[in-house]
T-cell receptor, first 112, second 112 residues
Framework: QQPVQSPQAVILREGEDAVINCSSS?????VHWYRQKHGEAPVFLMI?????EQKGHDKISASFNEKKQQSSLYLTASQLSYSGTYFC?????????????FGGGTRLMVKP | DAGVIQSPRHEVTEMGQEVTLRCKPI?????LFWYRQTMMRGLELLIY????????DSGMPEDRFSAKMPNASFSTLKIQPSEPRDSAVYFC??????????FGSGTRLTVV
């Protein structure tokens, strides 16, 4: 079952902050975050493996609440280069390896 | 490393024709995935290989679709016969030991 992302779209001014949420109805083993620019392939940002884990990548960070089966991506002091569509990919607790089910995406546009 | 290499980048074919998409994963990656991306359905997992063995093909839409991975450095996705509703961008991705995915540039398939 596909994870649910919110919001579906965000428009920011350069320097503003944004939060993108990802929720699952099933227990999660891990959550991945990817960014895809128009006409390009998705690019890996980070993976969160443990409940309560937080990670950072430049001014982009994320948290994973295993109990709530939710993850959030935080973009602070946004830059023009942050524009694109963000996808969360969820891996469920199973023995079949790291197959990811991707959310519907959040389209982020950063304006000057 | 050159990354995940897919060919062709673009394919236009007539309905009923056979289409073969190719993928070379990153050397040392032991998992390979085929995804399909459309506006309506987002990123859908078609099939997952681990150590060249198909693990989950539940996402393959119909018997018209087949995938092989004869060795660690090559995989194919075949559609026979192709239909207009197969038009999409097909991505191949690879990963190592449940890590982040590296996606290829994709093949944009148009079936007319």
């Amino acid at each position: 079952q596909q994870p649910v992302q919110s919001p579906q779209a965000v428009i920011l001014r350069e320097g503003e902050d944004a939060v993108i949420n990802c929720s699952s109805s099933k227990a999660l083993y891990s959550v991945h975050w990817y960014r895809q620019k128009h006409g390009e392939a998705p690019v890996f940002l980070m993976i969160l493996l443990k409940g309560g884990e937080q990670k950072g990548h430049d001014k982009i960070s994320a948290s994973f609440n295993e109990k709530k089966q939710q993850s959030s991506l935080y973009l602070t002091a946004s830059q023009l280069s942050y524009s694109g569509t963000y996808f969360c990919g969820t891996e469920y607790n199973n023995n079949a390896g790291n197959m990811l089910t991707f959310g519907g995406g959040t389209r982020l546009m950063v304006k000057p | 490393d050159a990354g995940v290499i897919q060919s062709p980048r673009h394919e236009v074919t007539e309905m009923g024709q056979e289409v073969t998409l190719r993928c070379k994963p990153i050397s040392g990656h032991n998992s390979l995935f085929w995804y399909r991306q459309t506006m309506m359905r987002g990123l859908e997992l078609l099939i997952y290989f681990n150590n060249n063995v198909p693990i989950d093909d539940s996402g393959m839409p119909e018997d018209r679709f087949s995938a092989k991975m004869p060795n660690a450095s090559f995989s194919t996705l075949k559609i026979q016969p192709s239909e207009p509703r197969d038009s999409a961008v097909y991505f191949c991705a690879s990963s190592r030991d449940r890590g982040g995915y590296t996606f290829g540039s994709g093949t944009r398939l148009t079936v007319v």
